[in-house]
Each structure stands twice: as structure tokens, then as C-alpha cells.
């Protein structure tokens, strides 16, 4: 367990998670005026933790192991597939809950923040590279 817990490459991008999460929670109340902590657990909104998570990961990987390694190349395609999903597939799922939503009149209350905009995934991707190379 000791080894796990001092592994800097499920450290950093956990820790990560949890701080870009929370931040998430503080931005929107702000946003909203109205604190809903389960954003904690959701997926959505700015910026990207998934993004953020692979992002740092990768980079660490990079940054310790080579760019020529193959477990960056691994960590990096991954990155790519999670981003992409993000702000495509999520995100398109997301709108058509939206729609799904007005046409139920709200029998059923579907998920609509479950994906990212580009720059929300963007600014995970950065997020997560600045803090994969301070670490």
C-alpha cells in the first residue's frame, strides 16, 4: 500500500482530480449562485478533469520514462482517446439530453452535463501538463 501511495504516477493525476473537481464545484456555484456538491462527482463543466488526469499522467510519463517510451505512447494515445470522447461523443450525448429533457416534460430527468466544450478540454489538457512537469 506504501508503495502505492507514493507512486507519483497515481499521485499527482489523483490529487489532481480532486482539486480540479472541487474547483469545479466553487466555479459554478459562483457561476450559479448555488453550491451543488455532487458536481464533485460529475462529469462536465470547466475545466475538463478528465482531460486534466490523462493530460498529467502522460506528461510525467514523458517527463521520467522519454518521450521514445512505450508506456508514453501508450499514456498519450489514451489522452488523445479520453479528450476526443470528451468533446465529442459526451458532449453530443449531453445535447441530446438537453432535448430529451424538454420532450419527456421531466418523467425522466436525464444527465446533461456529461461532456466538454473544446476549450474546457483544453484547459485540462493545459492544466494537466503544467502540473505533470512541476511534479
Not at 490529487?15 to 474547483?23: S, T
Not at 506528461?59 to 522519454?66: A, P, Q, R, S, V
Not at 521514445?68 to 461523443?89: K, W
Request: aromatic share 8%; charged share 15%; hydrophobic share 55%.
Amino acid at each position: 500500500m506504501n508503495e502505492l501511495l507514493n507512486n507519483k504516477y497515481v499521485l499527482v493525476p489523483f490529487v489532481l482530480w480532486i482539486v480540479v473537481q472541487v474547483f469545479k464545484v466553487i466555479f459554478e456555484g459562483l457561476r450559479n449562485k448555488k453550491v451543488e456538491l455532487k458536481r464533485i462527482f460529475g462529469s462536465g463543466g470547466m475545466p475538463s478533469a478528465h482531460s486534466a488526469v490523462v493530460c498529467s499522467l502522460a506528461t510525467l510519463i514523458g517527463k521520467y520514462e522519454g518521450l521514445d517510451s512505450s508506456t508514453f505512447a501508450i499514456a498519450a494515445i489514451l489522452a488523445i482517446i479520453v479528450m476526443y470522447d470528451a468533446c465529442g461523443v459526451r458532449y453530443q450525448a449531453g445535447k441530446h439530453a438537453v432535448l430529451l429533457n424538454d420532450l419527456l416534460n421531466h418523467e425522466v430527468k436525464l444527465e446533461e452535463m456529461i461532456g466538454h466544450t473544446y476549450l474546457q478540454v483544453a484547459m485540462g489538457a493545459i492544466l494537466g501538463i503544467i502540473v505533470g512537469l512541476i511534479f
